[in-house]
């Protein structure tokens, strides 16, 4: 079972600030999504990435995928306080049991 | 339109009883999962059922019990409840593909907690 390491842990922010958080292991990913998880709710796909090297984005937020299939990162530019939420990186497919990391819990104040 | 519900959404409940939690998913998906996320939020796979079969089972005592009457529903039975159960359990569902990640959509959760 890969092991998926997030950093950081926590990250306490104001609205307008650029952040990136990570997500790496040892192992190198078949594919790795992102999830956001509001208080309260379920996580919710954010986005899914597959080749080495590839970049996606959603908005104000953009995803990369190491080139070598070991991390990814997600940078958010002029966060909101309505991305506050924990982000949570997850690999896995078919039969393997799906992996989460421990997550980022980002808050953004106004 | 709710994709995937679960009730109850809170469960208090003294040490010892039995319990269950419902899930039911409208979108047509052949997996359902069971997760459980911890007091810090660490999420982690429990079951993952495929047409009623169970293909994953991690290692969760066997006080739960899975159960899944059709493609649509997956149930969770926990026998003896132990403090340790206190946690948020989420079902999600996702289609089964040969290729890429699968995309897992989350019920709202169920917080239950032990005393």
């Known amino acids: 079972t890969q092991l998926l390491e997030q950093s950081p842990q926590f990250l306490s922010i104001q609205e307008g600030e650029n952040l990136t958080v990570y997500c790496n292991s040892s192992?190198?990913?078949?594919?790795l999504q992102w999830y956001r998880q509001e208080p309260g709710e379920g996580p919710v796909l954010l986005v899914t990435v597959v080749t080495g090297g590839e970049v996606k984005k959603l908005k104000r937020l953009t995803f990369q995928f190491g080139d070598a299939r070991k991390d990814s990162s997600l940078h958010i530019t002029a966060a909101q306080p309505g991305d506050t939420g924990l982000y949570l990186c997850?690999?896995?497919?078919?039969?393997?049991?799906?992996?989460f990391g421990k997550g980022t819990r980002l808050s953004v104040i106004a | 339109d709710t994709a995937v519900s679960q009730t109850p959404k809170y469960l208090v409940t003294q040490m010892g009883n039995d319990k269950s939690i419902k899930c039911e998913q409208n979108l047509g998906h052949d997996t359902m999962y069971w997760y459980k996320q911890d007091s810090k939020k660490f999420l982690k796979i429990m079951f993952s059922?495929?047409?009623?079969?169970?293909?994953i089972n991690e290692t969760v005592p066997n006080r739960f019990s899975p159960k899944s009457p059709d493609k649509a529903h997956l149930n969770l039975h926990i026998n003896s409840l132990e403090l340790g159960d206190s946690a948020v359990y989420f079902c999600?569902?996702?289609?089964?593909?040969?290729?890429?990640?699968?995309?897992?959509?989350f019920g709202p959760g169920t917080r239950l907690l032990v005393l």
């Open positions: 997850s690999t896995g497919q078919g039969n393997t049991p799906l992996v």
């Open positions: 059922y495929n047409n009623k079969e169970l293909i």
């Open positions: 999600a569902s996702s289609q089964r593909t040969s290729g890429d990640q699968e995309t897992q959509y």
């Open positions: 192992s190198v990913f078949s594919s």
